[in-house]
DNA sequence: ACGAACTGCATAGACAAGCTATGTAAATCG
DNA sequence: CGATTTACATAGCTTGTCTATGCAGTTCGT
């Protein structure tokens, strides 16, 4: 049963942009229920950070561990300690930044990008069922709404003061 | 810098779907850092599950814990302790099921309306301004993608074995 | 060039929220 | 009417987060 009708219908109903506020409120809800069930995927008891910090550092290469925290919005002292239960698992490793000698550069390791994988791989076969049931239009919104969650993610302000 | 093009592009580059396992990938960390930002919105300390279980109760009125914990996708305990946390709140009440002495009906009292309506406006005015910068098609994709997010949460089966 | 202020990470301690395993009382079934 | 099943509660543990604070390395002003 496609229920993909174009969007050049008559009637804006559904599937137009529903009026800001709903919008902001269906979207957590979704997100968070959508993450909570992602979460308990296999992951060897790994919460979805760790995954999220080995994809930053896959994908953008070394960083350091204030970087990680701001860009994940958790605290630093959070941060610190994934990292070192990351480097634990022999997931990343990390070297003393040649030009400041406080800070340590974490890099994933290959052990580190299998991991990864393999997170992906299981992600990936949870939901690949019912993500082929959707259309091609379904599956554009769905990649385009990640990109604009990343973005209302960041761009927001964080309401917490510095100190 | 209108960053729309028309879906008739010659080019089906980033606009249209990615492959299915690197969509999944994106979805989830695009999903859990959302959830993260919404979550640290001031809501008193409660974390999101609370809201999702109020607005549940708000939208489909009263329910059962059971039901409740597998809709949340948590597990049993962890709703009846969410549920007696938020019956201490004042947000929900528990009366005894008339149809069944083991069970107990959880509503939504005002009070708890009230809250729920509270924290939905502090989550819109957070995003309020970056979605605003949001094309049409944009919060249309958005819309749309909150409800594909929840199937696929739903859809795709737990793992785990019943015991 | 040297002490003050700043910066980046680490540690300590508290707490929230999840899980598994198990208990108790009500309902249902043979 | 006893045995099993069902629905919620309790116990104990683990993980992940936070704030507050400490320490070592860097930067800057005079």
Redesign the interface.
């Known amino acids: 049963m496609p229920e993909n009708t174009a969007?050049e219908s008559a009637e804006p109903a559904a599937?137009?942009?529903?009026e800001?506020?709903r919008?902001?409120?269906?979207?957590?809800?979704?997100?968070?229920?959508?993450?909570?069930?992602?979460?308990?995927?296999?992951g060897g008891g790994y919460s979805?950070?760790a995954?999220?910090v080995l994809?930053d550092l896959d994908r953008d290469g070394a960083a350091r561990a204030a970087e990680l925290a701001a860009l994940?919005?958790?605290a630093q002292p959070s941060m610190t300690s994934l990292v070192h239960r990351l480097e634990g698992e022999g997931w990343i490793a990390r070297n003393p930044d040649p030009a400041d000698g406080r800070a340590a550069l974490a890099g994933i390791t290959l052990a580190g990008i299998r991991a990864l994988a393999e997170f992906?791989?299981a992600?990936?076969a949870?939901?690949?069922?019912?993500?082929?049931e959707?259309s091609?239009a379904?599956?554009?919104?769905?990649?385009?709404?990640?990109?604009?969650?990343?973005?209302?993610?960041?761009?927001?302000?964080?309401?917490?003061p510095p100190r």
Request: glycine share 2%.
């Open positions: 969007p599937a137009s942009a529903p800001p506020d919008l902001t409120a269906e979207l957590i809800r979704s997100a968070a229920l959508f993450t909570r069930t992602a979460g308990r995927i296999a979805s950070i995954w999220r994809a994940q919005r958790v992906r791989a992600a990936a949870r939901f690949a069922a019912t993500l082929a959707f091609d379904d599956r554009a919104a769905l990649g385009r709404a990640a990109e604009l969650l990343t973005r209302l993610a960041r761009d927001s302000e964080d309401p917490r």
